[in-house]
């Protein structure tokens, strides 16, 4: 069947572009990986078919371990980084190459997917020539084996040996552990003593990429009311009850900030009735009313998400004046909590965008440009983005991250193995 499938694959891995503008051993790197794109597919399907779930630590580390045999043929010095078993989560693989000379890099990747193993999502399944889907194929197992295929290039290209790389693969990207500073402790440590961070997560194309990410971070909306029959509501003994002050307060943070550029506030679970209870850790709750009662609880939990510090304590400021401004018979509360910071667009990133378009331009396949932050959420590289230039959206391409049937391109994806592959070879020099 695998045969079957790498067979079906061939046409997508059309002819390259002309390539007169690179150098010989980047020529290499670009032949080592037009000729091995049968094996970095074969790694993808392997690791696409292994459930990796945040919460499936065995799945997590299974993934780990076959990137760990890869990378150790590479001469990486391999280790595993665990977690407290209060986290309740896998670990980190970490990759170490030390060099004699070059700028240190950083390379992300994450080995868990939102698919647990009783989700709907299936194992790798071609479409049709340019066109694969399967559980995580390009969130993010697909731009892990970008990582990979690329420093494989480049060892065959003789420029390995003297490059310094800390190859980074979280087991919980998609739900961290918490306290979330303890999950990314040795992480970030790791991080700032490197010069340049990239990030694989999907590409949009082969002509954008992310220079800045948004930040995340969440929020707790609880409103208490006086309680009664639902025939006195709305009057000065009764009161509006608290599901009509919580759809207050919500809409009038859609009135107020929803044209803000980057900055979004999204409710995900709302609960309101007679007795009410709500389990944060595994985003559920339970809710008992009737219709002739006024409602004496609602609680809402959401996020908020933003492109830089001032932008998010100026929405927090915001959300509190509009919370504090209570219906009559209510009182509400807002609780904020941070997520990850974000990655602003600073002129480290501007700069290393550059660098990328210049290389797509020798490929061949046109200039690259910063996409829009507003299509992205947070990420890994947001926790180190305040110490190292970095860019972001370097993986595989594909559409319908987090959703069953989320797919990768395979007719971009050799191209944006090559672009990585340069890349890291040009910024190491």
Request: a negative charge; one cysteine or more; charged letters at 20%.
């Amino acid at each position: 069947m695998r045969k079957l499938l790498l067979s079906l694959l061939l046409p997508a891995f059309a002819a390259a572009p002309g390539y007169s503008q690179l150098t010989a051993p980047e020529k290499k790197a670009i032949a080592y990986i037009n000729t091995h794109m049968s094996a970095a597919m074969q790694l993808l399907i392997e690791t696409v078919n292994i459930n990796s779930g945040t919460l499936n630590i065995d799945g997590v580390k299974k993934v780990g371990s076959l990137y760990a045999h890869e990378l150790e043929q590479l001469g990486f010095t391999v280790e595993w980084v665990s977690e407290p078993d209060s986290l309740h989560r896998a670990g980190h693989l970490v990759a170490t190459h030390t060099g004699k000379k070059g700028k240190k890099l950083f390379l992300i990747g994450h080995l868990d997917t939102v698919f647990e193993p009783d989700m709907p999502a299936g194992p790798y399944t071609v479409i049709n020539d340019s066109t694969a889907t399967g559980q995580g194929v390009n969130d993010m197992k697909g731009g892990d084996v970008v990582i990979i295929t690329a420093l494989a290039a480049l060892q065959a290209a003789g420029q390995l040996k003297d490059m310094n790389v800390i190859a980074y693969f979280t087991g919980d990207e998609e739900r961290s552990g918490t306290p979330h500073a303890v999950a990314r402790q040795d992480f970030i440590a790791r991080a700032r003593t490197c010069d340049i961070a990239l990030a694989f997560e999907p590409a949009q194309g082969l002509h954008t990429v992310a220079a800045a990410r948004r930040g995340s971070s969440s929020w707790t909306l609880t409103v208490t009311a006086k309680t009664g029959h639902s025939a006195r509501v709305f009057s000065d003994s009764a009161g509006d009850g608290a599901i009509y002050e919580a759809a207050r307060v919500l809409n009038t943070f859609r009135e107020q900030l929803g044209a803000e550029p980057y900055l979004t506030f999204n409710p995900g679970l709302i609960i309101g009735g007679s007795d009410i209870k709500m389990d944060p850790q595994d985003a559920r709750g339970t809710a008992v009313g009737k219709s002739n009662i006024i409602s004496p609880a609602t609680r809402v939990t959401g996020d908020l998400r933003f492109l830089s510090e001032g932008q998010k304590n100026a929405a927090r400021e915001k959300m509190s004046v509009i919370v504090a401004n209570s219906l009559p018979g209510t009182h509400s509360t807002i609780y904020f909590s941070d997520g990850l910071p974000a990655m602003p667009p600073t002129p480290g990133n501007l700069n290393l965008v550059t660098e990328l378009s210049k290389i797509t331009m020798d490929m061949g396949i046109g200039p690259t440009e910063a996409g829009d932050p507003g299509v992205r959420g947070a990420g890994d590289i947001s926790d180190i983005a305040q110490y190292v230039d970095c860019l972001d959206g370097l993986g595989a391409p594909g559409d319908g991250a987090h959703k069953a049937g989320e797919t990768i391109n395979l007719k971009e994806y050799p191209l944006c193995i090559q672009r990585a592959a340069l890349l890291l070879y040009r910024l190491s020099r």
